[in-house]
C-alpha cells in the first residue's frame, strides 16, 4: 500500500484497512473470550506440522536439509549495512532514523535458523550470482519495502540506474549495469483484476471490485521475462469488497449492499492466490522461479489504528513469547494451501519464501510514529505495518541469498544431466 503523506486519500485508505482488520480481530475477541485458549493451542500444533510437513517442500534436493525459516533472532553487532545516509532508496515513511527514532537497538539482529546458520548476504557475492538476471516484487507496497531493502544491501557494491518505462511509482524498472542485473516492481494489492467501485462505501475506504478469477494482466503478461517472480499480498484484503466470479457477484467482504451475501475476507484472498498462480502455471514462455512471500503480520497493541493503538515494544521476541494466530494463521496456511496445489500442476518451479514466522517475532521493526514528522497530519500516525530501514527486513535478503545459491545448485547438478541425455 501506499504511504505518501501527500496523498491524504492513500493514507486515509491505508489506515482504514488496517483498522477494519483490528476492528474484526477485536470483535471476535471481545465476544468469544472464552473461546481464546483453545484456538491458539489447536492453532499453534496446525501450525507447526505446517512448518515441519514445509521442509520438504522448501530445500529438497540440497545437501543441506536445514528449515531457513525456523529460528531465532540472534544478536548481530555488524549490522546495519547501511544508513539513511548511505542509501538514497530509503521510501520516506520508512526512513525511522531521520524522523527520530530514538533507539537502535531493533537494527542489531539476525535470523539463525534452529538447524544451522544462514550467512548474512554478501552484496559482492549476491551480484555475481545475480549476473545477467531478472527480479520482479510483484504484490503490494511491503514488496516495494523488500526490493528497498536490497537496493540498499546492495548499494555497497553498485547503485542501480532508474530504467521504469514510465514515470508511474507503482512500475519501477532498476539494472546495475556492471551486472546486468535487474529489479522491477509491479504494484498489484490484490494480485487480480480489481476496480474501485464507490469511494466512499461503509467504512468511506472506498468499496474495490475484485475479479477474483480474472488475471491482473499489468504483471501476469509482463513476468515472461524474469527469472524470478517474488509475490506477495495481505494487508490490502481486509478492505471492504465486493467478490466476482464468472463476471458475477458471489458475495462481498462487508459491503453493506442488500442482496448482496457477505463472505469472510479469506475468501477472496483464497481465490486471488489460486488465480495469481494459476496465471504463472499458464505462461508458456515463462520458465522462472516464483518465489511465494507469505504474509509478514502487522503489530498493533493496544488498541486500534485510531485509537492509539501502536507497536512500541523495542526487543524481539522470542519464539516462544508469541505464536501464529488469527487471521495472521488464516492468511499463511491459506498461501500454503495454494502454494501446495499449484506446485502439484508441476508445470512451474514454485518456493517458499517463508517469512511469517521470522516477522512475526519482530513488533519492534516497525516504523511506528517515525515514519513522518510529528506534526504531520497523517491518518495512519502509527505504521505497525512496513519495516523500517535500515531494519529487520533487509533479512530477507540473507533468505534470498540462501535460496538463489540453492537454486543455482540445482541448475549445476541438472546441467550435465540434460547434456549426457543429448549425447545419446
Ligand atoms: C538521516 O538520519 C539522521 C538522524 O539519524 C537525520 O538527521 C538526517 O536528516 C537523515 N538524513 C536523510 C537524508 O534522511
Ligand atoms: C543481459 O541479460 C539478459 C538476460 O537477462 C541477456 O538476454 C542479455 O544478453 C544480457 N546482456 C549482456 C550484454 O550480456
Ligand atoms: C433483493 O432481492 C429481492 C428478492 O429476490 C428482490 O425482490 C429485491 O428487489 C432485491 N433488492 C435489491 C436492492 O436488489
Ligand atoms: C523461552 O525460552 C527461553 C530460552 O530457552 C527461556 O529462557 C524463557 O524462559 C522462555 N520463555 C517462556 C515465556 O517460556
Known sequence: MELTAKNNKKIRNTVILIGTALILITVIRLNYPLLQQSPSLSSYKEYSSVVHAGRDIKLTNNQEECDIFTGEWVRNTDAPYYTNKTCWAIHEHQNCMKYGRPDSDFLKWKWKPDGCELPVMNPYQFLDMARDKTIAFVGDSVGRNQMQSMICLLSRVEYPIDVSPTTDEHFKRWTYVNYNFTLAYFWTPFLVRSDERDSDGPTHTGIFNLYLDEFDESWTSEIDEFDYVILNAGHWFTRTAVYYENRRIVGCRFCQIPNITDLPMTYGYRRV????????????????????????????????????????????????????????????????????????????????????????????????RYGHWPEEKVTLYNDCVHWCLPGPIDSWADFLAHMLKMEARKTSTERPFQRQKKMH
Open 273 to 368: 492466490f489460486r488465480t495469481a498462480l494459476r496465471a504463472i502455471n499458464g505462461r508458456k514462455n515463462f520458465n522462472g522461479v516464483v518465489f511465494l512471500r507469505t504474509f509478514a503480520p502487522s503489530h498493533f497493541e493496544n488498541g486500534m489504528w485510531n485509537e492509539g493503538g501502536n507497536c512500541l515494544r523495542r526487543r524481539p521476541y522470542r519464539s516462544n513469547e508469541t505464536i501464529l494466530e488469527g487471521l495472521n494463521l488464516d492468511f499463511y496456511m491459506i498461501q500454503l494451501e495454494e502454494f501446495r496445489a499449484a506446485q502439484r500442476e508441476g508445470k512451474k518451479k514454485f518456493r517458499l519464501l517463508d517469512t511469517t514466522q521470522a516477522m512475526l517475532l519482530r513488533p519492534d521493526g516497525h516504523p511506528s
